[in-house]
């Protein structure tokens, strides 16, 4: 199993880190060896006193304690091991009997089975017998509600991000695969979720997200492309619906939830990822017809599309908002675009005053700068002059020196913090933005 995740590159997801200690190193080793001899004299010791103690030691339940041989590299946590690089093997057991539990378990933490035997412990919840083996779970095992050993069925590639993004506009042109990483599977399963700005960036990777969550989900956007993102997810299984329409007026918004709910019946889930700068220059640089076209890009799409669906959801009894801010409302070279921005803040804190009595949870993302495939439609002119590109260079140049990690996210990241916001372990939480900028608070 360890060399399974190895191979897939999968890291554990959810799970708290207290400290590393690498084992299989020069400095390790003969620590490793002096506790191994030292386990297994107190393991042997163990089992003569519970053997002497019971007589024959003829009692209804058992546990198996096995001397564990650690690979190199193998990682533990409190010194328990919990991903070693290869699968760990028993170098002996001793069987323990004891009289004061009915059914024994694998070690835990927090409450949490770590390493039971397949279908939880042993053949009908029992723990094998002598010369039996310990086996990693083969079904998904959580701590907090996080997956921390996926199904084998259910791993899928973790997409690694750059420590440092690439300069300037190539910045953009990294490609990540189309599967989404380290999902939850069913957890939007019987909700229908409106996903705007599907057809590209943040919105198209959300919807992927959350149709392979088992979502219902209606892709908007004013993009033809987004027929061909429903046609692949259709072929896959999945239950999705396109359609075009320009979500920077009333009438194209109401358009597509009067659609969804015409086919669907509801929308239990509306995420507004519509957006995004155009320009990148000092404010004095900006002509009256440029600031007007930031702010119909960045703020009207979500203004109209939360009026349009609110009627629904308060008719419906509940529903889920989420907004795509930005922390780019404290950046700069972009002033018309980070107003636009504070617009979405305060759309978002105001209306979930408003849609609380009504069930209706309102929150938003603030993304930072994001890796992402060069656009397909571009949403405005790539920088040409020196003078353009020392200003577009200067906003990369901020948006690395905010994030405390010192690079870009990636797609998956702003997918993964939207839909854990749409979601219903989210329930608590509404009126937030959630920056999702390495640091960066906007």
Known sequence: MGQRIAELGVEP???????????????????????????SEQVASTAEAAVDATGSGDVGAFAVASVVELGTEGRSVVGQDVFPPVPVRPSRQVVVYSAREETATART????????????????GAMPGPGGTLLPALDS???????????????????????????????RL???????????PGRFAGKVVLVTGA?????????????????????????????????????????????TADLETW????????????????????????????????????SPEEVRREI?????????????????MIEQGGGTIVNVSSVATRGIHRVPYAAAKGGVNAITSALAWEAAPHGIRVVATAPGGTEAPPRRIPRGPEPRSEQEKAWYQAVVDQTTA??????????????????????DEASYITATVLPVAGGDLG
């Open 109 to 124: 933490i927090v409450g949490q089975t770590l390493w039971p035997a397949r279908d939880g412990v042993g053949e009908g």
């Open 296 to 312: 119909d890009r960045s703020l009207y799409p979500t203004l109209w599309c939360c009026r349009a669906v609110l009627p629904t």
């Open 251 to 286: 009438d194209g918004a109401r358009t597509v939830v009067d659609q969804a709910v015409a086919r669907y019946g509801r929308v239990d889930v509306a995420v507004h990822t519509v957006g995004g700068t155009i320009w990148a220059k000092p404010f004095e640089h900006y």
């Open 199 to 243: 057809a590209q960036g943040i919105g198209e990777r959300t919807a992927r997200r959350i149709s392979a969550e088992g979502g219902t989900v209606v892709l908007a956007d004013r993009a033809e492309l987004v027929t061909e993102l429903a046609d692949e997810l259709t072929a896959s299984g999945c239950d999705v619906v396109a359609v």
């Open 13 to 39: 997801a959810g799970f708290y880190y207290e400290k590393f200690t690498p084992s299989g190193t020069a400095a390790a080793r003969s620590d490793e060896a002096e506790s191994v001899s030292a386990v």
């Open 141 to 171: 095992r959580g701590i907090a509600g996080q997956s921390m050993f996926p199904a084998a069925e259910d791993l899928t590639p973790l997409v690694a991000s750059p420590s440092v993004p690439s300069r300037g506009a190539e910045h």
């Open 402 to 423: 905010s994030s405390l990690l010192k690079r870009y996210g990636t797609l998956d990241e702003q997918a993964a913090a939207i839909a854990f916001l749409a979601s």
């Open 174 to 184: 990294q490609r990540e695969p189309a599967a989404p990483a380290l999902i939850t």
